[in-house]
């Protein structure tokens, strides 16, 4: 008897809590980010699976050592196949070639006053992290604006 008294009423505010959620969805209907398509409720990510389709992943480091060396001539896959040892240092884990639709996220989030984006780009980036098995990274950054790009005084 009071272990179904007990399981009512834990019950009770989740309902209440998935109530609220299907009826903020209702009324705020999520968009995705990038093609602007209605979004099914509780996504976890506000793109939707058509546009992230669309990303193109980059697998494995680069190193930015040979990436500002090859640049020009090897496009994206400079620095891809960089075995120096000296350049160990150097090498960095990306989730996405930075064209479209990656780009306008970033931009969005960077320029745009739209920190909602960098939420859905960070489950992105974990996702990308755990399915690339990259175990050799000790940190994860933000890139920083340009100097040129900076406000003023920071």
Known sequence: MLRDELSRRIRAPRAAR??????????????CLVCRRPLPPRRPLAICRGCRTRFIPVRGPTCLVCRAGERGPAGFAAGRSCRDPGHAGFRVYAAVQMVKPADGLVHALKFHDRPDVGATLAVFIARR???ERARDWDVVLPMPLHAVRAPLGA
């Not at 998935?18 to 968009?31: H, K, N, Q, V, Y």
């Open 18 to 31: 998935e109530l609220l959620i299907d009826l903020g969805a209702f009324l705020f209907p999520m968009t």
């Open 129 to 131: 992290l755990a399915a």
